[in-house]
């Protein structure tokens, strides 16, 4: 398969009727796999920016990505760690420099 044969395929699995549909998730993790989530798809998103990007992130709609920034934003809020992680990214960052 091609690239573009991919790509169709992942879009029309994406456009099936009912992949829009909210569904509802009781997610019990502990805190540190909310953190780790929450890194997961920070790092994932920012994958599609900074360096070549799988078939699948290149046809993930901002809107999608955006709705999945959230989510892991809120398990780190639900988790009361939105503190601690602020403070691991700017202990990471430093550690770049």
């Known amino acids: 398969m091609t690239t573009n044969d991919v790509a169709k395929v992942i879009d029309t699995v994406l456009s099936i009727p009912g992949m829009n549909e909210v569904v509802k998730i ?32 290149t ?12 989510f892991g934003e809120e398990c780190l809020q639900k988790a009361g760690l939105i503190e601690l992680r602020e403070k691991l990214s700017i202990l990471t960052s430093e550690s770049k420099q």
């Open 26 to 57: 009781d997610l019990k993790i502990s805190r540190k796999n909310a953190l780790l989530l929450n890194h997961i798809i920070e790092r994932g998103i920012s994958l599609k920016v900074d360096s070549k990007p799988s078939i699948l992130m």
């Open 59 to 70: 046809s993930i709609p901002q809107e999608n990505l955006q709705e999945l920034k959230f």
